[in-house]
């Protein structure tokens, strides 16, 4: 097999997460996850996510709504006013579970809201329903009532 070949093989995860306990759970998930070979980047924050998409488009993008320099909402709104970004799947990736910040992200373009669980193998079971999505074939979009996802 060719590097080629084993690079296709590889999903680019780029996780935009400034706290490191949520994100050294969120790599322990991913190593877990045997359906896919998984990549993994972080940002910081808002500020070294925009550098870091601009430099090279991740396969999906996890983003935080609590981050410092900009947020994720500025964030979500700077992606989707960009069409080089059209074709990035965001999932908002938060403890936050009001109504209006889902609201917002959905209706700013986000396409799936993933809010942060209390265990490890809940969020494995969240990370295997994201990965299970056909992301290269086309952008999933679900209605508001599917937009929310928990363990």
């Known amino acids: 097999m060719t590097n080629a070949n084993v690079n296709q093989d590889l999903t680019h995860v780029l996780l935009a997460e400034d706290d490191d306990d949520d994100f050294l759970i969120f790599s322990l998930a991913i190593d877990e996850i045997t359906s896919v070979r998984v990549v993994l980047t972080r ?6 996510l925009m550098k870091l998409l601009n430099e090279k488009h991740p396969d999906l993008l ?7 320099c900009r947020d994720g909402r500025q964030c979500i709104r700077e992606i989707r006013a960009n069409k080089e970004f059209d074709t990035l799947p965001v999932i908002v990736y938060s403890s936050l579970s009001d109504l ?14 993933a809010k942060k669980p209390t265990s490890l193998s809940e969020l494995k079971d969240i990370l295997e329903r994201i990965f299970a999505i056909d992301w290269k074939r086309m952008l999933y979009y679900p209605p508001m009532s599917q937009f929310v996802i928990n363990g």
Request: one cysteine or more.
């Open 43 to 48: 940002a910081e924050n808002g500020d070294i």
């Open 62 to 68: 996890f983003l935080d709504l609590l981050m410092p």
């Open 100 to 113: 209006e910040s889902i609201e917002f992200c959905y209706r700013e373009g986000s396409n799936l809201y």
